[in-house]
T-cell receptor, first 111, second 113 residues
Framework: DTGVSQDPRHKITKRGQNVTFRCDPISEHNRLYWYRQTLGQGPEFLTYFQNEAQLEKSRLLSDRFSAERPKGSFSTLEIQRTEQGDSAMYLC?????????FGPGTRLTVL | AQSVTQPDIHITVSEGASLELRCNYSYGATPYLFWYVQSPGQGLQLLLKYFSGDTLVQGIKGFEAEFKRSQSSFNLRKPSVHWSDAAEYFCAVPDNYGQNFVFGPGTRLSVLP
């Protein structure tokens, strides 16, 4: 257990629905990252926060995706109008470029 | 841009045999290098990391890795594999700006009894 928790662990939704995931980081870590991992691939960077500020977004983060970290603590990742291609594991991590601690992930299945 | 290759998609070894997983990177300077392990349906756990100094790095669970600048490699090794080592292994480097990690595609390890 790294101390990073994610909720829910699994989410099944129908195409077109909105979904929201939550990440609770290690409290003393200022940086929080979101990654996406598809089957058979390594994690791909989506976005990261320094405290409450979202400092970088990958081109993978389409306008259907939005992330927030309102008080610099927990973070949410919302996907609107889900598509089948959004099916993946969504991983949250905290730390910095020296080390990142990953949560267990949320597996999204879009039917 | 930084990149990481892991040439072996899937490796099968017998329990008790030695293991070497390959990782090659593309990076402008001396990189920070990481190996993570992921069990099925789980998040990633850090095995070991290299920042500088001794090129042979010891990690958890009996793993070690050797940084070879001349070969742009950071191969992971274990002298005797246990059945519980069956998992997916990922090599990673920080991106250009050191803000996030770039991961390789992973190597899936299967262990035969």
């Amino acid at each position: 257990d790294t101390g990073v928790s994610q909720d829910p662990r699994h989410k099944i939704t129908k195409r077109g629905q909105n979904v929201t995931f939550r990440c609770d980081p290690i409290s003393e870590h200022n940086r929080l990252y979101w990654y996406r991992q598809t089957l058979g691939q390594g994690p791909e960077f989506l976005t990261y926060f320094q405290n409450e500020a979202q400092l970088e977004k990958s081109r993978l983060l389409s306008d259907r995706f939005s992330a927030e970290r309102p008080k610099g603590s927990f973070s949410t990742l919302e996907i609107q109008r889900t598509e089948q291609g959004d099916s993946a594991m969504y991983l949250c991590a905290t730390g910095n470029s020296n080390e990142q601690f990953f949560g267990p992930g949320t597996r999204l299945t879009v039917l | 841009a930084q990149s990481v290759t892991q040439p072996d998609i899937h490796i099968t070894v017998s329990e008790g045999a030695s293991l070497e997983l390959r990782c090659n990177y593309s990076y402008g300077a001396t990189p920070y290098l990481f190996w993570y392990v992921q069990s099925p349906g789980q998040g990633l756990q850090l095995l070991l990391k290299y920042f500088s100094g001794d090129t042979l790095v010891q990690g958890i669970k009996g793993f070690e890795a050797e940084f070879k600048r001349s070969q742009s490699s950071f191969n992971l090794r274990k002298p005797s594999v246990h059945w519980s080592d069956a998992a997916e292994y990922f090599c990673a480097v920080p991106d250009n700006y050191g803000q996030n990690f770039v991961f390789g595609p992973g190597t899936r390890l299967s262990v035969l009894p």
